[in-house]
């Protein structure tokens, strides 16, 4: 079992950054991919990033690519996500999510998820 616990949300302007983190506890002596989903209201999870247990590939959905970066610090047992040139679209509940195949985790079924940090952009 593993445990993601995230923190780092909040209300920003479009155009603005924010950097949301997130601490896994349990089993975590296990090679996770790791990485974010979000929920907007009214729509289903969708996949944002992932990254591979050693650092060496990382994911991004399409509408975050070039704007999103993925990091993880494995001694720390965290991952972040650093959202820059943020917009109204990606106002969403995120999610932090693990899980040994990087694929589940990219179709948005991954093995362990958190409770979700609200991140609201809007003037």
């Known amino acids: 079992q593993v445990q993601l616990v995230e923190s780092g949300g909040g209300l920003v302007q479009p155009g603005e950054s924010l950097r949301l983190s997130c601490t896994a506890s349990?089993?975590?002596?296990?090679?996770?991919?790791m990485g974010w989903l979000r929920q907007a209201p009214g729509q289903a999870r969708e996949f944002v990033a992932a990254?591979?247990?050693?650092?060496?590939?990382?994911y991004y959905a399409e509408p975050v690519k070039g704007r999103f970066t993925i990091s993880r610090d494995n001694s720390k047992n965290e991952v972040y996500l650093q959202m820059s040139n943020l917009k109204s679209e990606d106002t969403a509940v995120y999610y932090c999510?693990?899980?040994?195949?990087?694929?589940?985790?990219?179709?948005?079924?991954?093995?362990?998820w958190g409770q979700g940090t609200q991140v609201t952009v809007s003037s």
């Open positions: 999510a693990a899980d040994v195949v990087s694929d589940d985790l990219r179709n948005g079924r991954p093995d362990y």
């Open positions: 349990g089993n975590t002596r296990r090679a996770y991919t």
């Open positions: 990254q591979t247990w050693d650092g060496g590939v990382r």
